[in-house]
């Protein structure tokens, strides 16, 4: 059973910075996809960025490229997504998902519970 456990949200001003993690247990391959999603209120849930665990292929949002960054640590089971510069289009509950391939699209096979990003003005 795969579980994905978020941190890292909160409130921040416009311009400002936060770095989500997702730790994942289970065994990862070099090809499973690790991703972030979000959800604003009143809007569909959106791809945000992925990885493959090996680090091969990178996918961002047109949204988020320059700005934000997604990285794993290996050792720890953990995929971070970086988000600088960060403005009030932002906010949303981001959603970690694990995947056997990258793709932009839903669905993934699993999701975390999500976390809050409120970005203020």
């Known amino acids: 059973q795969v579980q994905l456990i978020e941190s890292g949200g909160g409130s921040v001003q416009a311009g400002g910075s936060l770095r989500l993690s997702c730790a994942a247990s289970?065994?990862?391959?070099?090809?499973?996809?690790m991703g972030w999603f979000r959800q604003a209120p009143g809007k569909e849930r959106e791809f945000v960025a992925a990885?493959?665990?090996?680090?091969?292929?990178?996918y961002y949002a047109d949204s988020v490229k320059g700005r934000f960054t997604i990285a794993r640590d290996n050792t720890k089971n953990t995929v971070y997504l970086q988000m600088n510069s960060l403005n009030p289009e932002d906010t949303a509950v981001y959603y970690c998902?694990?995947?056997?391939?990258?793709?932009?699209?839903?669905?993934?096979?699993?999701w975390g519970q999500g976390t809050q990003v409120t970005v203020s003005s």
């Open positions: 998902a694990q995947n056997t391939f990258i793709t932009k699209s839903r669905p993934w096979d699993f």
């Open positions: 289970g065994r990862l391959f070099s090809t499973t996809a």
């Open positions: 990885t493959t665990w090996g680090g091969s292929t990178i």
